[in-house]
């Protein structure tokens, strides 16, 4: 009787199921698919032709190649942040862990226009380092260091949050095994703690990867938005829509959605590949 009671407790009607699918269907059409189906009719609504020729635009390819280099540096730098942030929360017991989680979760309370305008204040003309930099004939602000240095700000958090509660959950008694039997720090880790993260280290650097190269923000504040050395690939979506050239625009956010569709791609094979069929947690 209990256990009946429990099942219709915990069962929907069936016309219950069908509206909450349609609804979350509906969303999902009006949301999500709607939009990336525009951003591709757009891009080919003069046909095949100018959408290809607004990509290989050289200011289009320059935002390419920028892009691409920003994530190629901040996905790793974040990727080996994100270890030794999650080793040592997890592993470890020390004074000062909750400020130093709180200070890992700081880039998803900030604002990343506010993040922009803090590099501006550190390294700009005006800023703190400004005259030293300007002696030395060191450009940040208003050139590649200043974007992948905002860029690397806004996505830090990604890797270190898949990484902290699953090193938590797996407590530090293979570590220790390894250690005891005369294993060294670095033998230990590529040994036993690189084999149990890696799916979750992969997924994390995923989704930094897919942050860094569609981050808006903090890059149009310190990039200076000079065509073709400067601007990412949304920056110069933005430029073309503001001067009306819509196929343009449409056809680099179309690449951009294109790069989106081969991260979610790459996540889904992730947890297909995934033992448990979980990256993280």
């Known amino acids: 009787m209990k256990r009946a009671t429990a099942r219709l407790a915990t069962e929907e009607p069936a016309w219950i199921k069908a509206l909450i699918l349609a609804v979350v269907a509906t969303f999902l059409v009006l949301v999500l698919i709607l939009p990336m189906v525009t951003v591709f009719v757009e891009a ?3 046909g095949v032709g100018p959408a290809l020729e607004a990509i290989r635009e050289p200011d289009a390819v320059a935002a390419m190649k920028l892009t691409l280099l920003t994530a190629a540096i901040a996905v790793p730098f974040n990727a080996f942040f994100g270890i030794c942030a999650a080793w040592a929360v997890a592993k470890h017991e020390f004074r000062f862990k909750p400020f130093l989680i709180t200070l890992i979760d ?5 604002s990343p226009v506010v ?13 703190w380092f400004g005259e030293w930099l300007i002696d030395h004939d060191i450009k940040i602000i208003f050139a590649t260091p200043g974007i992948v240095l905002a860029t690397v700000f806004v996505t830090f958090p990604f890797v270190a949050r898949e990484l902290i509660p699953l090193m938590q959950e797996q407590g530090v008694d293979e570590e220790e095994a390894a250690v005891s039997l005369g294993a060294s720090g670095l033998r230990t880790f590529w040994s036993v703690t ?3 993260i890696r799916w979750a280290l992969l997924y994390g650097m995923l989704l930094c990867n897919a942050r860094a190269m569609g981050e808006f923000g903090a890059v149009s504040v310190v990039s200076g938005h000079i065509r073709g050395m400067t601007n990412t690939m949304p920056l110069h979506v933005e ?6 050239n819509f196929v343009g625009a449409f056809a680099v956010a179309g690449v951009l959605c294109g790069l989106a569709v081969v991260t979610l ?10 033992p448990h069929g979980r990256v993280g947690h």
């Open 44 to 46: 080919l609504r003069r």
């Open 106 to 110: 700081l880039p998803f309370s900030v």
């Open 115 to 127: 993040a922009g305008l803090i590099y501006v204040l550190v390294f700009g003309a005006q800023g």
């Open 194 to 196: 690189a084999p149990n």
């Open 239 to 244: 430029i073309l829509y503001n001067e009306y």
């Open 265 to 274: 791609t790459l996540k889904t094979l992730l947890e297909v590949a995934q």
